[in-house]
């Protein structure tokens, strides 16, 4: 048939230059980095190959296994207070109240904001407002700024990141929670379940392939953060709240460092697809257990 | 839709809509003191908490204006834009274009089912281990600048983009189609006189989601363009955060000019806006 | 059929080149047949001397079109730019580790023809000399600037109280209890910005460490762990006397506090003064070397070369060009407008008016009692000023060591391909090991 031989042309007409792109702002640069990742190169002069010792040094190297440790946890805590939050926020805002669409509205705000200059906002607060408040309230915690002190300046990263994700998946469960229909918790009512036990059992099953979504998207996120950690300690004090994507971009585009900071990202890549690959696999059991 | 008729009318939860509001406090804290500041002069910055949360003595823009002057706001503002609109456009166009072709030849042909997974999988690829390789890449193709960052971006956002296109096109009959060809439009016409039409819902999803994600990157222009004298918004407020000293004031009202577009644009669209981010996380 | 793939493919690409080239068409640089020298140097606060100069320039020479660019973090820019093989004319940078490595990575001209070199003071050729991982022949940079590193002080406090300039390490101690017992603060540093904790560092090791020690580490005759020892001990004290939580502050937040009066002393560099100055213009500073020895005669001053400029490889072409614009900056008249916005020591010969705030070093500068900055051999990445704010922030008993061993095995770590190539050299060249400056 003619028409089928014009559609299967123009499709290849359309996917041939696309792929071609991709391949070579995405897969092409992935090959490089993987190459240079075995090399001693600073990013400019000359370089050799230095076999595996990148990656050998990768797992002696405190600095790196700092940055991972800060990553993760930061990541971990940040996904977990910005589901909880998130969720209650989500079941109050879909709760009969008044001025709903407005509350909604102001609840996304912080999604839409810049990370970087949030970063800097907040930076003024745990420097300057916090202490203040602190010392007025004899908290000995907050005294001093948060952001100085290596025990406590990645939660303070950690309170900013979450202010900003908390907006995205608090939207995601609203809507996740218009889909459970009023008659569950009729028929629950009428069974005498109520309160944790009427979330545990009723309303949550319910939105577990919003739980999914959110803990994908926020881990995801996390782990990559780099715009706070610019505006807020610029991985300090000592080192503490290097991520690892700002000590791929620190040490390797200005440290000289380039070669070894490709291995480490190679490293980072393989990270991040086994967790994609784990959570979506666990969530997965968990629908379909359901 | 009927139970809610016959049980009783559930009242107004006022302790929720209470503990909401005061919620929202925290989400106007910041940008409530940083608005004070920047209406500030250096002097009424005292130590205690009202030097950073009082009303200041008198309303003054001045921090504005020098602010602008500093960080080249207008400059700054239409490089955001232009590299916004463009990457938007070019990825409703080029990621709806490709979204149909690989999604409709899925089923016929294998090939193309490994390339939607090839496209797919880049969502993995942290932007980190490219970004060495692609500032070296830009710069010996000549592209290190404005529309080197745009051609990134369609590249980055491909792999979502795609798959949300894709998604939708399941929902798109086929029929459709076969009813114009039988009329005997080509493929190029159907998709753009009866596809595109039909996946309004998915571009303004697509477009929002790499707005925003767009808008307020930081390391992608931070990489490609330092140097080159060209800013976006973010970027202008890293470049100069040192000049700002310990003036505090002249940076918070650099902070707000950076945040007041997407405020107003967030304002006028937020219906649009939540709609699409959720479409998007949820297909 | 054929033909229209490739006409769509090709309108395709040709949409692509075209709004390539529109958009990269405005970034170009005016096509006037003027030769066209870039300078970036990385001094941000020095820009408007550079403003100043480059205006001076552009409107005496027809031929050349001068551009001086001052960015902010420019070491970062510099190295993004060396990636994308995108390099300006001229680099106006410090004598310090990066001089070492992009020399190491062969992307400086030899400029030993320049006639201006024979102007310049020996001291600071011989410090970049010292810089160099391999001796090398020829020239490749030249000084313009040195800087001076000590303790600032506001001197009408100073009189006020009768407090004499310090010449040891207890009378330094003595002079800082004495200021707390008048119920002010005697020092303020701003940690926050972690390279701040270089300045004392520096200047305390100039007096009490070897000042080879890098190189004798590297050959294995010495270890950080005894040699540093006292310099750690030494910064550490100096806490006490500090503002609570000075990892809390930045390098701007002290100098405002300085310029303010709020504490008596500041340990930093004279690069600090305008930055100072800009906050309180009435400010009355002066300087000192600081004291780290009990031996007086120990105590010398931590001096470097803190713009340098070097010409980047494949300009012989510019040549002339290049000389020309080094020459214009080397003008006395020149250097003076630098030295009236910047407080700075030139490096050129010749009587210049030195900034009053370097009064109490200038017997040091004219006697020659000089060190370069310790952290000037020090590689980047390993992150020595990251290392002494933990030092300096960790409380535990055993601190000091923690520091010293993690210093000497970091050391190992990121100086190894160095290390194997300087040995490597020297075996090679053993003549070279008696003749050369390390």
């Not at chain 2, 529309?147 to 491909?158: A, C, E, P, S, T």
């Not at chain 3, 022949?137 to 600032?152: E, I, Q, R, S, T």
């Not at chain 3, 000192?288 to 931590?302: D, M, Q, T």
């Not at chain 3, 407080?343 to 109490?360: N, T, W």
């Amino acid at each position: 048939m003619r028409g089928d031989k014009d559609r299967e042309r123009t499709f290849l007409l359309i996917t041939i230059p696309v792929v071609a792109l991709f391949i070579c702002f995405n897969t092409l640069p992935l090959i490089k980095g993987f190459i240079y990742s075995f090399t001693n190169f600073k990013g400019y002069g000359s370089y050799e190959w230095v076999g595996l010792r990148n990656y050998a040094d990768l797992f002696t190297d405190a600095r790196v296994a700092k940055s991972y440790w800060f990553t993760f946890k930061y990541a971990l805590l940040g996904t977990i207070l910005t589901n909880v939050i998130s969720l209650v926020i989500a079941m109050g805002l879909n709760s009969k109240i008044k001025g709903k669409s407005v509350l909604r509205g102001i609840y996304f705000i912080p999604n839409v904001l810049g990370g970087l200059v949030i970063g800097y906002i907040f930076s003024f607060i745990f420097t300057y407002v916090l202490p203040v408040i602190g010392q007025s309230l004899g908290i000995g915690v907050l005294s001093s700024s948060m952001l100085s002190n290596t025990s406590t300046a990645w939660i303070a990263i950690v309170i900013v990141g979450c202010w900003q994700a908390i907006a995205m998946n608090t939207i995601i469960y609203i809507s996740g929670l218009q889909t459970v229909p009023e008659d569950i918790y009729e028929a629950g009512a009428i069974d005498g379940v109520t309160g944790w036990r009427k979330f545990k059992d009723l309303t949550f099953p319910l939105i577990i392939p919003f739980f999914g979504i959110n803990m994908v998207l926020s881990m995801k996120n996390f782990l990559m953060v780099f715009d706070q950690i610019m505006a807020l300690t610029k991985g300090g004090p000592s080192q503490s709240t290097e991520s690892i994507s700002y000590l791929i971009y620190n040490n390797g585009m200005s440290g000289g460092q380039f070669g070894f900071q490709s291995a480490n990202a190679f490293l980072f890549f393989v990270v991040i697809v086994v967790i994609s690959v784990v959570q979506m696999t666990v969530m997965n059991k968990k629908e379909e257990q359901l | 839709m009927m139970s809610k008729g016959n049980k009783q009318t559930r009242a107004v939860n006022w302790p929720v809509t209470i503990l909401l509001i005061l919620g929202c406090l925290t989400i106007f804290f910041p940008l409530y003191m940083a608005v004070m500041i920047s209406m500030k002069q250096p002097s009424e910055m005292t130590n205690d908490i009202s030097g950073a949360l009082s009303l200041p003595a008198q309303w003054s823009f001045a921090n504005f204006q020098e602010a602008m002057r500093v960080t080249d706001f207008w400059h700054s503002l239409g490089n955001s834009l232009l590299i916004t609109v463009a990457t938007v456009v070019l990825s409703v166009v080029i990621h709806g274009l490709a979204g149909y072709a690989i999604g409709r030849s899925m089923q016929k042909n294998k090939i193309y089912n490994i390339i939607y997974m090839f496209i797919v999988s880049g969502m993995f690829v942290p932007f980190a281990i490219l970004m060495m390789p692609l500032v070296k890449q830009t710069a010996q193709m000549g592209v290190a600048n404005r529309f080197g960052v745009i051609l990134l971006y369609v590249v980055f956002y491909m792999p979502l983009n795609v798959m949300l296109y894709k998604g939708f096109l399941t929902n798109i009959p086929l029929a459709i189609e076969e009813a114009a060809r039988v009329d005997g439009a080509s493929t190029w016409k159907i998709y753009w006189t009866i596809i595109f039409p039909m996946m309004k819902p998915m571009h303004a999803t697509v477009a929002v989601l790499t707005a925003m994600s767009t808008w307020n990157d930081v390391m992608t222009p931070l990489v490609i363009m330092s140097g080159t004298g060209k800013n976006t918004l973010p970027l202008a407020q890293l470049n100069f955060q040192t000049q700002f000293g310990t003036n505090y004031n002249l940076a918070f009202a650099s902070y707000i000019l950076a945040l007041i577009p997407i405020l107003l644009f967030y304002v006028i669209c937020q219906k649009q806006i939540i709609n699409g981010v959720v479409n998007g996380a949820v297909k | 059929m054929k033909s229209r793939i490739k006409t769509a493919s090709s309108i395709f690409m040709a949409g692509v080149m075209i709004s390539a080239a529109l958009l990269s068409g405005c970034s170009t640089e005016t096509a006037s047949g003027k030769t066209v020298i870039e300078i970036v140097q990385y001094k941000p606060e020095a820009v408007k001397a550079f403003e100043v100069l480059e205006e001076k320039f552009n409107a005496t020479h027809d031929d050349i079109e001068l551009v001086i660019d001052s960015p902010n973090d420019a070491m970062t820019i510099l190295k993004t730019r060396f990636v994308r093989e995108d390099y300006p004319e001229i680099i106006g940078i410090g004598g310090d580790i990066n001089y070492s490595n992009f020399l190491d990575a062969e992307m400086l001209m030899d400029i030993s023809d320049f006639e201006g070199l024979s102007d310049i003071k020996e001291s600071y050729l011989k410090i970049d000399k010292q810089l160099e991982f391999i001796p090398l022949d020829g020239v490749y940079a030249v000084p313009y600037m040195a800087n001076a590193a000590g303790v600032l002080y506001n001197k009408d406090i100073f009189d006020e109280n009768g407090w004499k300039i310090p010449e040891t390490l207890d009378e330094f101690y003595k002079l800082c209890e004495d200021i707390q017992q008048k119920g002010m603060q005697p020092l303020y540093f701003g940690f926050r910005d972690t390279w701040t904790c270089l300045a004392p560092w520096n200047a305390i090791a100039v007096d009490v460490a070897d000042a080879e020690i890098c190189s004798q580490v590297n050959a294995g005759l010495a270890t950080f762990s005894e040699g540093y020892r006292p310099v750690a001990e030494i910064t550490k004290s100096l806490l006490k006397y500090a503002q609570p939580d000075p990892v809390a502050y930045s390098y701007n937040d002290a100098c405002t506090a300085f310029a303010r009066g709020e504490s008596v002393m500041y340990v930093i560099g004279s690069y600090a003064v305008p930055q100072i100055k800009s906050v309180n213009p009435d400010i009355n500073i002066d300087s000192f070397v600081f004291p780290a020895s009990n031996n007086k005669e120990e105590n010398v001053l931590n001096s470097g070369n803190d713009l340098q400029w070097s010409v980047m490889a494949g300009n012989e072409d510019k040549k002339e060009a290049i000389y020309e614009v080094l020459n214009f900056l080397y003008e006395d008249e020149n250097i003076q407008t630098y030295l009236d916005d910047q407080s700075a020591v030139p490096c050129k010969k010749g009587d210049f008016e030195l900034p009053s705030m370097l009064d109490g070093m200038k017997p040091y500068i004219e006697n020659d009692r000089m060190a370069d900055y310790q952290d000037h051999h020090y590689p980047a990445e390993m992150a020595v000023d990251a290392m002494i704010q933990t030092y300096l922030v960790d409380n535990s008993e055993n601190a000091t060591d923690t520091f010293l061993t993690k210093f000497d095995n970091d050391w190992a770590r990121y100086n190894r391909d160095l290390i194997a190539k300087v040995q490597k050299f020297y075996s090679e060249h053993p003549e070279k090991l008696t003749e050369g400056g390390e």
